[in-house]
């Protein structure tokens, strides 16, 4: 009785191949993983941006445009503000819908890269290019969702 072996007999084995090595610094596939790895926290970028200068307006100045400025900047920034009742809402909520749509902003960013690295010579201006147009139909949500308001309460929230 023999012994088995995977080999049979006369047959070599199959020749070693190393394991592929890691993407060539700059080309196509590091860009690819570097957009897919960073686009979500970079998609955080302008939000944080926007939401500083209403902050800003809200807390260092006094003028009739600063609450303008504060709520508008603020709403862009953090669109789930308006689900959460902002302005007139419990102000307790508002680091819960802070969160989200910092969570939100991630996913969006998410889906930026992925759209940008479809494209196997995907860069960073292909991400922002993504981005600003699902930013842009953010925002356009979040100024009828503004308007909305301010009609149906029928006072100038400015």
Do not use: K, Q
Request: aromatic share 14%; charged share 10%; hydrophobic share 55%.
């Amino acid at each position: 009785m023999t012994s088995f072996t995977p080999i049979p007999p006369g047959a070599r084995p199959a020749p070693y191949e190393p394991p592929p090595s890691p993407p060539l610094v700059e080309g196509p596939r590091w860009y690819r993983s570097r957009l897919r790895t960073w686009g979500p926290f970079a998609a955080l970028i302008v939000p944080a941006i926007v939401g500083a200068i209403a902050y800003g307006s809200l807390h260092f100045f006094d003028t009739a445009w600063s609450g303008a400025v504060g709520l508008i900047g603020g709403v862009f920034a953090a669109p789930a503000l308006l689900a959460a009742g902002a302005p007139f809402g419990d102000r307790s909520m508002y680091p819960f819908a802070v969160a989200a749509s910092g969570v939100m902003w991630m996913l969006v960013g998410f889906l930026a890269a992925r759209r940008a690295t479809r494209n196997p010579m995907a860069t960073w201006p292909d991400f922002w290019r993504h981005y600003a147009w699902m930013c842009a139909g953010i925002w356009a949500g979040a100024a009828i969702a503004l308007v909305v308001a301010a009609l149906s309460i029928s006072d100038s929230l400015f």
